[in-house]
């Protein structure tokens, strides 16, 4: 994999993907379009459609390669995940400095963040010198993290393909991306290998000792399987997201050569669910892989084209201050820039409402309203044009 720069995030960009910009630099939102007020129309179109609608984003503050947030009940300020090493809240003050460890590669460093449902316990995703991914937990109090201890650690192949997203389901249960472990094709045959974490989502309660599994996931007791294991055949699910309406997870997998893709885990799902790498990418078979069984994906657009490398999967978005946004899952792409709003009812239906320049990460706040985060510095909030 081609670096983007020293210190940029690679684990945003395809293996065979163009470069993205290279460097952070002083960036803004590209300027809101004003609502679409006429109707483009053509004589073969009896029934002219209006131009998507755009959205602003009003930028909030600048971090050091903000990559992840998440926000506590009972608290104001949302959190925000440096790669670099620090979680830092909205007020400037910084909550945790893992600088002096984590690893420095273009795909390592804090890389996750997450609260427990009641706010006492915050969770960091982040790589150590050695390469290695922990699930670090500590007690939170709002104003000092103490505490700390490791709830999971998985061993890293290589450098590339970490995940790092950390997510708790309207279950109560914490869920954890790991990708397929990196270098290129799965060489270990992870994303399809149930004995190992790798190219998995996990499903654990992180309040046990270390974690408990909770029954009723899907390989819990069965022979050959990691019973953590709640979803597999990913390659890099660097983003997802919980919709808090209908409960239904959206998974952004980061592809190979030729395929970006979304997937959706319905809200009724026991789980299991195999999303096909390193059998496909996409929805075509990858290097003649084949299997029975997988689960298709709900969007899926090309790499390389118009400067496409790397899926940031979002949220469905169901604030208040864009009503005609609700009901709508909201992703983009880092290298090319745009955001893209697709009904969930219809995810094939997607259109552009903005752009943001090395988009890295989504974030929702506790009123449904939507965050996006760019590699570059800025923390934006998404809001009427």
């Known amino acids: 994999m081609r670096p983007l720069a020293a210190v940029l995030l ?37 029934e002219p459609k209006s131009a998507p609608r755009q959205v602003r984003f009003r930028e909030l ?21 440096e790669q670099g090493g620090r979680l830092r809240a909205t007020d400037g003050d910084v909550i945790v ?25 915050l969770y960091l995703d982040w790589t150590d010198t050695r390469g290695a991914t922990h699930v670090t937990e500590w007690a939170f109090d709002g104003r ?46 992870n994303g399809q290998d149930l004995g190992t974490l790798l190219g998995k989502i996990l499903r654990i309660d992180p309040r046990g000792r270390p974690y408990k599994v909770p029954r009723d996931n899907p390989f819990a007791g069965k022979d050959g399987a990691r019973p953590e294991i709640w979803a597999y055949g990913l390659r890099n699910p660097w983003r997802f997201g919980f919709d808090r309406h209908s409960g239904d997870l959206w998974i952004g997998d980061v592809g190979q050569d030729e395929v970006e893709e979304v997937d959706r885990q319905p809200a009724a799902s026991k789980g299991g669910e195999n999303y096909g790498w390193n059998l ?26 118009d400067g496409n ?27 090319a820039g745009w955001v893209r709003a697709a009904p969930a009812a219809e995810p094939s239906k997607a259109a552009e409402i903005g752009r943001v320049e090395q988009l890295s990460s989504f974030g929702e ?16 909030r998404i809001e009427p044009a």
């Open 365 to 380: 706040g506790l009123d449904g309203e939507l965050y996006a985060l760019s590699l570059r510095g800025p923390l934006y």
């Open 10 to 46: 690679l684990a945003l960009t395809a293996c065979s993907a163009a470069s993205p910009p290279p460097g952070p630099a002083t960036v803004s939102s590209a300027p809101p379009a004003p609502p679409a007020s006429t109707r483009a129309s053509t004589p073969a179109s009896p």
């Open 309 to 335: 490398c790397s899926v940031i999967a979002g949220y469905v978005y169901r604030g208040a201050a864009l009503p005609w946004l609700r009901g709508s899952f909201l992703y983009g792409d880092f290298c």
């Open 97 to 121: 400095d893992l600088s002096g460890e984590v690893s420095g590669g273009n795909e390592q460093g804090l890389l996750g963040v997450a609260f427990h449902p009641s706010g006492r316990w």
């Open 280 to 305: 496909r990418e996409g929805g075509r078979p990858f290097r003649g892989g084949t299997g029975r069984g997988l689960t298709e994906p709900v969007i899926t657009y090309p790499l390389h084209k």
């Open 61 to 81: 503050g600048r971090f050091e390669r903000p990559v992840a947030l998440a926000a506590r009940k009972g608290d104001a300020r949302l959190y925000v995940a």
């Open 144 to 189: 000092r993290a103490t505490g700390r201890r490791d709830v999971l650690t998985q061993e890293q192949p290589y450098a590339n393909h970490n995940g790092g997203q950390l997510a708790f389901g309207p279950d109560g249960h914490l869920y954890v991306g790991l990708g397929d472990g990196g270098s290129a094709g799965d060489p270990q045959g």
